[in-house]
């Protein structure tokens, strides 16, 4: 390609707006605080669109697009089990969470939490969380440093191996010089340009079909059971994409923007605004995948690349719609796209290693500029590490992000919910949730079965958490009026 053009053009602007943007945080970023949460100052409209952006990692643009093409209408049940899930997190947990870190010695990160909710002075809790987080993370960012390559790879016919180190270079850059403030500020740019691809690729994937009537009828002449709303799957099939919405409440580099928000009253305008933006996404993503099935069914000389590998599908109708200009513009909202999950995700790993073990037990006395120091080093040994799982040119981007999510959505999520609602709930249970969940996510994969392994995963957490709790002696007076301290705060505000 070349470096008059008007796609490298694009591109450079957009890459260099995102490190310039990573430069103005820089300049704001002055405790560790700041560097990890921003120093809790994010408003609705940043937290919502930061939230939503690095929730809708590069699955959204390439992975739920891909599923669709290649399985049809089936694969929404997806898109239904995130809207309920991610409702349900900000209306039930966003809230109580941002309360709660508050109280519990102003908790920065989850295993932070978790320790100061149970008062685990055998630090266990912190260790355990912190190793979850590590062995997910790395998964979950492989799948972002995947997206990036494929989309280096396609447009620029670069080898996959250069492909994957472009794409990750710019993430690294501005998590590393400006950290949250840089990563939640770009979320909302980024999160701005996929909303607006979103919605304009498959309009024209439409028209392109003849319109709505004529895309049907292509797609019915391509294959009758991609119009069927119960796929191969079955009922199984079902469950287990709507059970994608339970994995929300586990999910750390969400649950950290809860944790961002300057205050309590945020959260409900937030959450109107993430939700809007989350429908108009997934809508939009859907509609590229199943429309572009019609499309490319009319246009069959050029389906050959989509139809190797379905994941291309958004990135081929971008480019062959629209004039390089805009084809520019659409194909840096995938990069939005992966940029800005990545970007989450390589804070909180950062966040758990120099929170969680290097002041927590190295460093106890360690400075804001020392801390600060170390979580940038701690960016780049996590990126390290997620670009050697990703070295793989067959790794799917889909395939990564489903079992990342569940191993958190199992791990973390029955502890959050119950650690917040229950106050009966115990140290040890949590322990047990913890290891339940994720070990039964992992030798579940191993089974092959069709049951997504989110499923066995959350209800073994639960169980466990619950019956230890029970077993064992009741939490500390003290943590008990806390935790009805908490409630009665939250009751006022009208949680």
């Given at each position: 390609?070349?470096?008059?053009?008007?796609?490298?053009?694009?591109?450079?602007?957009?890459?260099?707006?995102?490190?310039?943007?990573?430069?103005?945080?820089?300049?704001?970023?002055?405790?560790?605080?700041?560097?990890?949460?921003?120093?809790?100052?994010?408003?609705?409209?940043?937290?919502?669109?930061?939230?939503?952006?690095?929730?809708?990692?590069?699955?959204?643009?390439?992975?739920?697009?891909?599923?669709?093409?290649?399985?049809?209408?089936?694969?929404?049940?997806?898109?239904?089990?995130?809207?309920?899930?991610?409702?349900?997190?900000?209306?039930?947990?966003?809230?109580?969470?941002?309360?709660?870190?508050?109280?519990?010695?102003?908790?920065?990160?989850?295993?932070?939490?978790?320790?100061?909710?149970?008062?685990?002075?055998?630090?266990?809790?912190?260790?355990?969380?912190?190793?979850?987080?590590?062995?997910?993370?790395?998964?979950?960012?492989?799948?972002?440093i995947v997206a990036g390559a494929r989309l280096f790879e396609s447009m620029f016919g670069l080898p996959y191996g250069e492909a994957m180190l472009w794409g990750a270079a710019v993430t690294i850059a501005y998590t590393f010089i400006g950290g949250f403030l840089a990563v939640s500020w770009t979320d909302t740019v980024q999160a701005t340009l996929m909303i607006f691809a979103l919605l304009l690729v498959p309009v024209f994937a439409i028209l392109g079909a003849g319109g709505p009537g004529e895309a049907l009828a292509l797609v019915e002449q391509v294959d009758p059971a991609r119009l069927q709303w119960i796929g191969a799957g079955g009922v199984i099939g079902i469950v287990s994409l709507l059970a994608w919405g339970l994995g929300y409440v586990g999910q750390p580099h969400l649950l950290a923007r809860f944790m961002a928000a300057d205050s309590l009253a945020t959260i409900p305008r937030a959450r109107r605004i993430a939700m809007?933006?989350?429908?108009?996404?997934?809508?939009?993503?859907?509609?590229?995948?199943?429309?572009?099935?019609?499309?490319?069914?009319?246009?069959?000389?050029?389906?050959?690349?989509?139809?190797?590998?379905?994941?291309?599908?958004?990135?081929?109708?971008?480019?062959?719609?629209?004039?390089?200009?805009?084809?520019?513009?659409?194909?840096?909202?995938?990069?939005?796209?992966?940029?800005?999950?990545?970007?989450?995700?390589?804070?909180?790993?950062?966040?758990?290693?120099?929170?969680?073990?290097?002041?927590?037990?190295?460093?106890?006395?360690?400075?804001?500029?020392?801390?600060?120091?170390?979580?940038?080093?701690?960016?780049?040994?996590?990126?390290?590490?997620?670009?050697?799982?990703?070295?793989?040119?067959?790794?799917?981007?889909?395939?990564?992000?489903?079992?990342?999510?569940?191993?958190?959505?199992?791990?973390?999520?029955?502890?959050?919910?119950?650690?917040?609602?229950?106050?009966?709930?115990?140290?040890?249970?949590?322990?047990?949730?913890?290891?339940?969940?994720?070990?039964?996510?992992?030798?579940?994969?191993?089974?092959?079965?069709?049951?997504?392994?989110?499923?066995?995963?959350?209800?073994?957490?639960?169980?466990?958490?619950?019956?230890?709790?029970?077993?064992?002696?009741?939490?500390?007076?003290?943590?008990?009026?806390?935790?009805?301290?908490?409630?009665?705060?939250?009751?006022?505000?009208?949680?």
């Amino acid at each position: 390609m070349r470096l008059d053009s008007p796609l490298f053009l694009t591109f450079s602007a957009y890459l260099l707006l995102m490190v310039g943007i990573g430069f103005i945080a820089w300049r704001r970023t002055r405790t560790f605080d700041d560097y990890i949460l921003g120093g809790r100052s994010l408003g609705s409209y940043v937290t919502a669109l930061a939230a939503g952006a690095s929730d809708m990692s590069g699955w959204l643009m390439m992975g739920l697009p891909g599923a669709l093409y290649l399985g049809g209408a089936s694969e929404s049940w997806i898109a239904i089990g995130l809207v309920i899930g991610a409702w349900a997190n900000w209306r039930f947990v966003a809230g109580p969470l941002r309360v709660y870190t508050e109280r519990a010695h102003n908790a920065l990160t989850l295993p932070d939490y978790f320790t100061h909710r149970f008062e685990d002075h055998s630090r266990l809790l912190r260790i355990l969380s912190a190793l979850v987080i590590l062995v997910f993370f790395a998964i979950y960012c492989a799948s972002g440093i995947v997206a990036g390559a494929r989309l280096f790879e396609s447009m620029f016919g670069l080898p996959y191996g250069e492909a994957m180190l472009w794409g990750a270079a710019v993430t690294i850059a501005y998590t590393f010089i400006g950290g949250f403030l840089a990563v939640s500020w770009t979320d909302t740019v980024q999160a701005t340009l996929m909303i607006f691809a979103l919605l304009l690729v498959p309009v024209f994937a439409i028209l392109g079909a003849g319109g709505p009537g004529e895309a049907l009828a292509l797609v019915e002449q391509v294959d009758p059971a991609r119009l069927q709303w119960i796929g191969a799957g079955g009922v199984i099939g079902i469950v287990s994409l709507l059970a994608w919405g339970l994995g929300y409440v586990g999910q750390p580099h969400l649950l950290a923007r809860f944790m961002a928000a300057d205050s309590l009253a945020t959260i409900p305008r937030a959450r109107r605004i993430a939700m809007t933006w989350m429908v108009l996404c997934l809508a939009g993503s859907m509609a590229t995948g199943f429309f572009g099935i019609a499309w490319f069914a009319a246009h069959p000389e050029v389906a050959g690349p989509v139809d190797a590998n379905p994941e291309r599908v958004f990135v081929a109708l971008s480019e062959l719609l629209f004039n390089p200009w805009i084809a520019g513009v659409l194909l840096s909202a995938i990069l939005a796209a992966v940029m800005s999950t990545l970007a989450a995700q390589l804070l909180v790993c950062s966040s758990a290693l120099t929170e969680d073990f290097y002041r927590g037990f190295l460093r106890p006395r360690a400075g804001h500029g020392e801390l600060v120091w170390v979580g940038r080093a701690m960016v780049l040994a996590v990126a390290l590490l997620a670009m050697w799982i990703a070295r793989d040119p067959e790794s799917r981007v889909l395939g990564l992000v489903s079992y990342a999510w569940a191993g958190f959505g199992a791990a973390f999520g029955p502890v959050v919910v119950l650690s917040l609602f229950w106050k009966r709930m115990t140290r040890n249970g949590a322990l047990a949730g913890m290891l339940a969940g994720a070990v039964t996510v992992i030798a579940w994969k191993q089974t092959g079965s069709a049951l997504y392994e989110i499923v066995p995963g959350f209800i073994a957490a639960s169980v466990a958490i619950v019956a230890v709790s029970l077993l064992g002696r009741a939490p500390s007076p003290q943590l008990q009026a806390r935790h009805e301290q908490v409630r009665a705060t939250l009751s006022e505000s009208g949680y």
